[in-house]
């Protein structure tokens, strides 16, 4: 048997992160059984349907670097891959399922369900559909539907026994067959509903195994009874635990839980980003916690599972994005350090290159990196207290000595490199009576603003160039002096 999978979204937004899950999960699987992945669009709730997310959902598995064997824009055998572009296939299967006794034509008005639903809710019970329609006989059936009565196909529940399915993660599920309703199959516009075109496509498209979150878990029985009904063989499900934001909620973009792209655009890695969403749920029952995509699709299997939801946290997510960072070359940080450079700094001014040096092992984020230089385009204020350090023994009536000392060193350096620049001024602190730390802890807050900065006062003074140094430590012994 060959593996084929699927992940199927539907075009309601962005992929969020429950969602890019279940398509990792999906993609590893059929890597590493040497099967199929295909990518399948459900588009039949219409109303739903936000423009532009299909281009959406193409573009994140993109980003995320899981590739599909087979979907709308890249073929396959099995097209379409969109299910409004499947319309014609499903009332067929509707009418042969009506024929084999699972389904039947159901004429019932809006007004009249409406008012079975207000009945069973004034007694406290769930409404469920009282197959009213089952027993209409052929001829009547044939004699509504050739007068244009409008109508919807149902499924056809027994009122006994069980509905059951085998589980991967789950084990044996059952439950009451008269638990169940007669689900809506085909809608009154002619368009399926998402249960049973989910059912159709998956059989007509050889799909061998499905993976879902676990709230498709109530769903799994009634699919089953289609299959049964068909005389099918259903695919081998496996319910996936859900992705909590905490103990007691959800994973949501309602709440303002970020989607995938979302985490991109803060500056995530994708590469750590895939690599953490892996872990939610699953185990390589090791202490190993680091993964690249192509080792993922080794290593992953359905043993590593776990029924248990997993919690989302952003915390453990930038310590793994900082983690990553840190592994990346000196010249890679440099390429996804730049755009976020120029949102604070002129290329043309500043030496990008030497910024990336001394950011790098700071940087848990990349969006971080704005705030982290924007000092260096425009000097913040600062309040004098933060000359005071303790450990360097250093205040602002000492900070003030110290610049004054300095000022005229710094003045007279010709060359400003910054090795240069590191070598005179260290020659000089000693000669004016000065600690290196009473000295420079100053200099680097007269001329940065902070109390923490990426580099010492010798990197801050080199990338600013001596005329920016001059001034900032003129305007900061003005402060001092009041």
């Known amino acids: 048997m060959t593996v084929r999978t699927r992940f199927a979204p539907s075009p309601t937004g962005y992929l969020h992160l429950g969602g890019l899950r279940t398509a990792l999960y999906t993609y590893l699987y059929a ?41 709308p824009d890249v073929g396959g055998d099995y097209g379409p891959y969109i299910q409004t572009q499947r319309r014609h296939l499903y009332l067929p299967y509707a009418q ?12 019932c008005t809006k007004e009249r369900l ?19 329609c089952l027993h209409l006989s052929k001829e009547e059936v044939r004699r509504r539907l050739e007068a244009g009565e409008p109508y919807v196909i149902r499924q056809n529940v027994p009122t006994t026994g ?23 199959l085909i809608k009154a516009d002619g368009l399926p509903t998402y249960n049973f075109a989910n059912v159709i496509d998956d059989h007509t498209m050889g799909i061998t195994h499905v993976m879902r979150g676990s709230e498709y878990l109530s769903s799994a029985p009634k699919y089953n009874l289609l299959y049964q009904a068909f005389g099918w063989t259903p695919p081998i499900y496996v319910h996936l635990p859900v992705v909590m934001r905490d103990a007691t909620r959800k994973l949501s973009k309602r709440y303002g839980d970020p989607s995938f792209e979302d985490l991109l655009d803060q500056g995530y890695l994708q590469e750590a980003i895939i690599n953490f969403i892996a872990l939610l749920g699953w185990s390589p029952r090791s202490e190993r916690e680091f993964f690249t995509l192509a080792e993922l699709e080794k290593v992953f299997d359905l043993e590593g599972l776990n029924k248990s939801p997993s919690i989302f946290d952003m915390n453990k997510l930038t310590w793994f994005n900082g983690e990553y960072i840190r592994k990346l070359s000196p010249e890679q940080f440099l390429e996804k350090a730049r755009p976020w450079l120029e949102k604070a700094l002129d290329p043309d001014r500043f030496d990008f290159p030497r910024i990336a040096q001394l950011l790098h092992t700071r940087t848990e984020v990349l969006s971080q990196i704005p705030q982290m230089v924007d000092f260096l385009a425009r000097m913040p204020a600062f309040d004098t207290s933060l000359y005071t350090h303790k450990k360097m023994k250093t205040n602002p009536e000492v900070a003030l000595d ?18 240069a620049l590191h070598d005179q001024l260290m020659q000089a602190i000693p000669q004016l009576g000065l600690k290196t730390g009473q000295a420079l802890w100053p200099l680097r807050i007269a001329i940065s603003g902070k109390e923490s900065t990426p580099g010492g006062a010798i990197e801050i003074a080199y990338l600013l160039g001596k005329e920016e140094t001059l001034r900032r430590m003129a305007a900061s012994i003005a402060q001092l002096e009041g």
Do not use: W
């Open 162 to 184: 069980k509905a059951s399915f085998d589980d991967a993660l789950y084990g044996h599920v059952e439950v009451d067959c008269d638990t169940l309703d007669d689900n809506v």
């Open 96 to 107: 042969e399922l009506v024929e084999k006794g699972g389904a039947y034509y159901c004429f």
């Open 402 to 419: 110290a610049l004054k000392k300095l000022y005229p060193v710094m003045e007279g350096i010709e060359d400003y490199a910054e090795q």
């Open 31 to 71: 890597r590493r059984m040497g099967g199929k992945f295909i990518l399948r669009i459900e588009d039949t709730d219409q109303e739903r349907e936000v423009p532009g997310a299909v281009d959406k959902i193409y573009q994140s598995l993109r980003l995320a670097g899981l590739s599909y064997d087979e979907g």
């Open 114 to 132: 409406e008012q079975a639903r207000a009945q069973a809710e004034a007694k406290g019970e769930t409404f469920k559909y009282d197959k009213h």
